[in-house]
Every structure is written in C-alpha cells, then in structure tokens.
C-alpha cells in the first residue's frame, strides 16, 4: 500500500479531556507518524472554511460552534494507507455506532463532539493539509 497523508484533528472535547497523548500513542501503535502538528484556537471563518462542503447541512452551524468552542489539536500523519487507517482508528461518527476499541467510542461523548475529525479521501487530505499547514515544515523520520 502507498505511504499517505492525512489531515488529523483532535476536536474541543478531547483535548479539554486532556486525552490528546492518549490519541497520539494509537496512531504510533498503528504505524502512523506525526509529520506536522500544532494547537489552535479556531476563528469561525476558519472552521466555516474547513468544513465548506457542509454548509448547506443542518448540523453545520452547531458543528462550527462547537469547533470553536476551545482549542484543538491538528497534526498531519503519514504512513501506509493513513487516511483509511485513521479513518477506522477514529470509529463512525456517531460514537455510539463506533466499533469499540475505537477513538470515537472510547473518547466521544455525541455525533456533535465526536473527538477526532480525519480526512475521508486522497484529494480532500491534500485539500485539508494545505488548509492548515500551507508551508508544510514536515519532519522526516
Ligand atoms: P469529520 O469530518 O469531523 O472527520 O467527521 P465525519 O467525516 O465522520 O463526518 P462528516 O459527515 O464529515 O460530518 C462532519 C461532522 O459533522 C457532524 N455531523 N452531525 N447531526 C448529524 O447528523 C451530523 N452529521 C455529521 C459530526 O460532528 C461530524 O464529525
Ligand atoms: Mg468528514
């Protein structure tokens, strides 16, 4: 399988549950690296911009708000096939359909904070990464 990356964010709830180690260590145990990381507090156009593709949804306004309800975690993971890795890491959206031994099942409370948010494909992982890491510093290993 080709190497990939892939757009991570650790959202308001989990780093508020001080679990953003916790995260990390199931993506080294899965054989995905850090390339790029760094906390933000997002502004609204920020998260407005970032999930763009919903803005006709219903949920959209109470996703923004609560992507801008305290800092979060974004990091850029490289490996084997990482954007469906951490796509099954993370779990289904609604934690409560989450497989367990997943992200989301062991750390989201609800559909709304469901902890991590992943890229979902090839193109919208370039798209994502150059949205939060436009000079992408990357740090091989
Ligand atoms: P994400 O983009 O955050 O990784 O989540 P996802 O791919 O699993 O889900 P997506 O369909 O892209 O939706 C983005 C976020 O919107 C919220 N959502 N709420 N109430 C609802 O029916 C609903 N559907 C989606 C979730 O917080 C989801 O993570
Ligand atoms: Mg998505």
Do not use: C, W
Request: without cysteine.
């Amino acid at each position: 399988m080709a190497i990939e990356r892939t757009l991570s964010i650790i959202k308001p709830d989990a780093v508020a549950k001080n679990v953003i180690g916790q995260i990390y260590t199931r993506f080294e145990n899965a054989g995905l690296k850090v390339i790029a990381a760094r906390m933000a507090q997002l502004s609204r156009a920020e998260a407005e911009g970032f999930y763009a593709v919903h803005r006709e949804r219903p949920f959209f306004k109470d996703l923004v708000d609560f992507m801008v309800s305290g800092p979060v975690m974004i990091q850029v993971l490289e490996g084997e096939g990482a954007i469906l890795k951490n796509r099954d890491l993370m779990g289904a959206t609604d934690p409560k359909k989450a497989e367990k031994g997943t992200i989301r099942a062991d750390f989201a409370d609800s559909i709304d904070a469901n902890a991590v948010h992943g890229s979902d494909a090839d193109e919208t992982a370039k798209v994502e990464i150059a949205y939060f890491f436009p000079a992408l510093n990357v740090y091989s290993r």
